[in-house]
């Protein structure tokens, strides 16, 4: 079982749209979690950056963290077509290294 | 705003070339790592460093080298690159582990070996 399982997609939504963008983890360890934006043909740019359970918000995004059930949401108000891209989760535990990733999920916001 | 900056965008090399791919992070980070990108498998750390001088293997080491003489640069090297090694480098850098320590990205390197 991997430490971070998100769903692939693709995810195809209208313009405007709320989109929600899951992963679930495995480590209870997890303490920090992150979501990245990544375009095509780009590195991976951090949207939100959360610390332990409960709500971030960032404009029209809120990261969202539910440490009883493992599951970590990302929350897209008015999706534009701009938000058309591969969103990838992260964690880790402070101290270490290591920063496990999901495989990301492909969106595409539809004009 | 950190900036992580790999030195080519696109690199073509030959089976059994050496490869160097170079990064430069400008925010004074303790740690720098690599990975490759690959679709279906996602991010797979190679190496990282927590230090100038320092390296740990990561999760897929094998054929792949590293170094960081200053603390600003860390170069992966292919020692004799093969097709399999066709991928997206990504170089990425974070502070001490803490709370404010997200790893920070550069916009990667499109490697393909022929």
């Known amino acids: 079982q991997k430490e971070v399982e998100q769903d692939p997609g693709p995810l195809s939504v209208p313009e405007g749209a709320i989109v929600s963008l899951n992963c679930t983890y495995s480590n209870s360890a997890f303490q920090y979690f992150m979501w990245y934006r990544q375009y095509s043909r780009k590195g991976p740019e951090l949207l939100m950056y959360t610390y332990s359970s409960g709500n971030k918000e960032d404009g029209r995004f809120t990261a969202q963290v539910d440490k009883s059930s493992k599951y970590i949401s990302l929350f897209i108000r008015d999706s534009q077509p701009s938000d058309s891209a591969t969103y990838l989760c992260a964690s880790f535990t402070s101290g270490t290294y290591k920063y496990i990733f999901g495989t990301g999920t492909r969106l595409k916001v539809l004009a | 705003d950190v900036k992580v900056t790999q030195s080519s965008r696109y690199l073509v090399k030959r089976t059994g070339e050496k490869v160097f791919l170079e990064c430069v992070q400008d925010?004074?980070?303790?740690?720098m790592f690599w990975y490759r990108q690959d679709p279906g498998l996602g991010l797979r750390l190679i190496y990282f460093?927590?230090?100038?001088?320092?390296?740990e293997k990561g999760d897929i080491p094998e054929g792949y080298s590293v170094s960081r003489e200053k603390k600003e640069r860390f170069s992966l090297i292919l020692e004799s690159a093969s097709t399999n090694q066709t991928s997206m480098y990504l170089c990425a850098s974070s502070s001490v582990p803490s709370y404010n320590s997200p790893l920070h990205f550069g916009n990667g390197t499109r490697l393909t070996v022929t």
């Open positions: 925010m004074d980070h303790e740690n």
């Open positions: 460093s927590y230090d100038v001088k320092m390296k």
